[in-house]
């Protein structure tokens, strides 16, 4: 099971790009990288997913190196409503269930 | 196409009795999975379930706490005899294939015991 790191908390303005990284040392082959976000008061919402290079959708962009042993998910230009807690999940699409840990995430405040 | 639905969205019990968290995942989804998230934490694996059947109940406590699926209606999550710690949100997820990782969660049932 990789363990994920990334920081407790980051500030950001209105407008700025957003990078959040999450480590994962023992990343296994099998393994993806998941991102969820989540309101307060409410579940947690895919956000991308990814196993190498670079990945890209409508509301972010995860950036993978060559090594795995890291991720970066990117937001473009945050607005207020980003403010979110942001989790980082690694794991097998084939592995259990039990393995898709959350952890504590990072919590992304946005301001004016 | 409503999303996931978890009911009720407040639950107030008293210590020693029973709470039952509903969950009816989205249209095609067969494929069930509760966490629970005290406050100021990440959630936690509780159970997986598919139609009549638990596949994982790894994360689920020994005692007072159960888990269905039936084949009609919705996944039930059952705590009996409540107590102050079982206070948190449960989360229910679902999915239309096995530990699929694209899950959609609804927005939780926040029990609180007094």
């Known amino acids: 099971l990789a363990k994920t790191t990334q920081p407790i908390s980051m500030d950001s303005y209105e407008g700025q790009e957003v990078n959040i990284t999450c480590s994962h040392n023992?990343?296994?082959?099998?393994?993806?990288i998941t991102w969820y976000q989540q309101f307060p008061s409410q579940g947690p919402r895919f956000i991308i997913q990814g196993y190498k290079t670079k990945v890209t959708n409508e509301v972010a962009s995860l950036f993978i190196p060559a090594d795995r042993k890291s991720s970066t998910l990117s937001l473009p230009r945050v607005s207020l409503s980003d403010t979110a807690v942001y989790y980082c999940?690694?794991?097998?699409?084939?592995?259990?269930?039990?393995?898709?840990?959350f952890g504590t995430g990072t919590r992304l405040q946005v301001t004016l | 196409n409503a999303g996931v639905m978890q009911n009720p969205r407040h639950l107030v019990r008293r210590r020693g009795q029973e709470a039952r968290l509903r969950c009816s995942p989205m249209k095609g989804h067969s494929h069930v999975y509760w966490y629970r998230q005290l406050p100021e934490e990440g959630l936690k694996f509780m159970v997986y379930l598919q139609k009549e059947n638990i596949i994982d109940e790894s994360g689920m406590p020994k005692e007072r706490f159960s888990a269905e699926f039936p084949k009609e209606g919705p996944s039930i999550l059952r705590i009996q005899q409540v107590v102050r710690g079982d206070s948190a949100a449960y989360f229910c997820?679902?999915?239309?294939?096995?530990?699929?990782?694209?899950?959609?969660f609804g927005s939780g049932t926040r029990l609180t015991v007094v």
């Open positions: 997820a679902s999915s239309p294939q096995r530990e699929n990782y694209g899950y959609t």
């Open positions: 023992n990343i296994a082959t099998n393994d993806y």
């Open positions: 999940l690694v794991g097998a699409l084939t592995g259990t269930a039990s393995k898709l840990t």
